[in-house]
């Protein structure tokens, strides 16, 4: 009897032992119409990298599966088939089984299990369709006069697609939000600038509001090849922007450094984004921007406040209340205020971080093309520091040691340049460690 007990114990235990094994196993499967008996391979992301993680063999009907467990990181994986067709999965610890076809891809595509991937393939179509859309109809604007009446109903189907596309998206996305799917809608959305303001114009809205869609200290981006190529992305509005090449390398200045202190939260994210930015301007050759680019540490006194300084509780405890010596910044303005003014963009400088100069640039190109144009700007910094203006029009305030100890009391102890926003009587409604964080999604 003691020995029948001792044996069915050891049973159980072999069998719980092989349990966690058995239950960190996916799958993903699918059948492909149209690849015939060919080789498929999967590969995952990390940074820019494509890394081969396994094959397979396709059936007669384009049919295979791979088998992952656990030590497969979340992300966005690659199946190359047919020579170089390709298509992307994102895989998030759960099994993915679809069906499609090789001629058509995308618009076949159906999943039966996997919620992440059906919710994404869903935003993709319907981008597609709109995004195709709106490239006729913007064809169709550039030759019409802009008082002609066809211009104008041109440019409302226009907006009201762009506006269709961002309700889709909210309330794809509702209840959602921390899916690994959402992750790569985010970073996929863009500026639509009115299409009948001037191309210069255009751009600027769309630089200054491209960084304001997704948090880049995220970690889990890097599992993707969505964040290479926002970068490029990004940097090809600078082109568009700055078409000079001396006006250029100023640009990729200006957008290289955004995207650092966007990742400045994270060591991993700015260690990759800076190591992708050298690669990539030292190639372009200018090698003076990459070299100033290595010197960036991220235990940079000034990192640790870069884009999210405060805490919910930070936030909160500045929020409502009075910024100190008010009236004394009113008096710095170089342009006096009028009834039209809704409140101060109070930039809070840290002369020698290197982030200061990036924040005052960013609200002075892009003040008057937000939601803050009725908003005037003004720099705080020491009496014994001098600023170097970024704009003929900043308004720079020096209160004095006094008032500026006030300051520095009310809104501690800050390493980064500080965005304060106040109404027109100087209660604080809102701070900011950047512009993009300034600029969320909901007032893009």
């Known amino acids: 009897m003691q020995g029948r007990r001792s044996s069915v114990l050891i049973m159980l235990m072999l069998l719980l032992a092989e349990y966690p094994s058995f239950a960190s196993e996916f799958t993903i499967s699918g059948c492909i119409v149209g690849t015939g008996n060919s080789g498929i391979y999967l590969y995952r992301f990390y940074g820019d990298l494509e890394i081969k993680t396994d094959s397979a063999k396709t059936t007669s009907e384009g049919c295979f599966t791979f088998h992952l467990d656990e030590s497969q990181p979340p992300g966005q994986y690659r199946l190359i088939f047919n020579g170089n067709r390709f298509l992307d999965l994102i895989f998030n610890h759960g099994d993915i089984r ?136 990004y940097l090809s509005v600078v082109t568009a922007l700055w078409p000079d090449p001396d006006s250029t390398a100023y640009g990729f200045r200006l957008a290289a450094f955004n995207l650092l202190a966007a990742s400045g939260n994270s060591e991993k994210m700015l260690s990759f984004i800076k190591s992708y930015l050298i690669r990539g301007f030292t190639r372009l050759g200018y090698i003076r921007l990459a070299e100033e680019l290595d010197t960036i540490s991220y235990r940079d006194d000034c990192f640790a406040g870069a884009f999210t300084p405060f805490t919910s509780s930070d936030k909160e405890m500045l929020t409502g209340k009075k910024f100190p010596v008010f009236s004394k910044i009113k008096g710095c303005m170089k342009q006096q205020t009028d009834g039209n003014t809704e409140g101060f963009l109070i930039i809070l400088s840290v002369p020698g971080c290197i982030w200061d100069e990036i924040l005052r640039h960013n609200v002075l190109q892009s003040l008057s093309i937000s939601s803050y144009s009725k908003y005037m700007a003004v720099t705080i910094a020491t009496e014994a520091t001098s600023v170097i203006p970024v704009h003929e029009t900043e308004n720079i305030c020096i209160p004095g040691k006094k008032e500026y100890a006030k300051i520095h009391r009310f809104a501690g102890r800050h390493h980064a340049p500080l965005l304060i926003v106040t109404d027109s009587e100087g209660t604080i409604v809102k701070t900011a460690g950047s512009w993009a964080a300034l600029i969320k999604v909901s007032e893009l």
């Open 98 to 233: 679809f069906s499609t076809t090789l001629d058509h891809l995308i618009d076949s595509i159906r999943f039966t299990v996997s919620e992440e991937n059906d919710l994404y393939y869903r935003y993709l179509k319907f981008r597609s369709k709109s995004r195709y859309r709106i490239r006729q109809l913007q064809k169709q604007l550039q030759s019409l006069p802009d008082d002609n009446p066809q211009y104008r109903s041109t440019r409302q189907e226009i907006m009201s697609l762009v506006k269709q596309e961002n309700d889709f998206t909210s309330e794809l996305l509702k209840g959602r939000e921390n899916y690994f799917a959402a992750r790569l809608i985010h970073i996929d959305r863009e500026p639509l600038p009115d299409p009948a303001w001037p191309k210069e114009f255009r751009n600027r809205y769309v630089f200054s509001r491209f960084l304001g869609y997704l948090d880049y200290s995220d970690t889990l981006l890097l599992y993707t090849n969505a964040l290479s190529a926002e970068i490029i992305s």
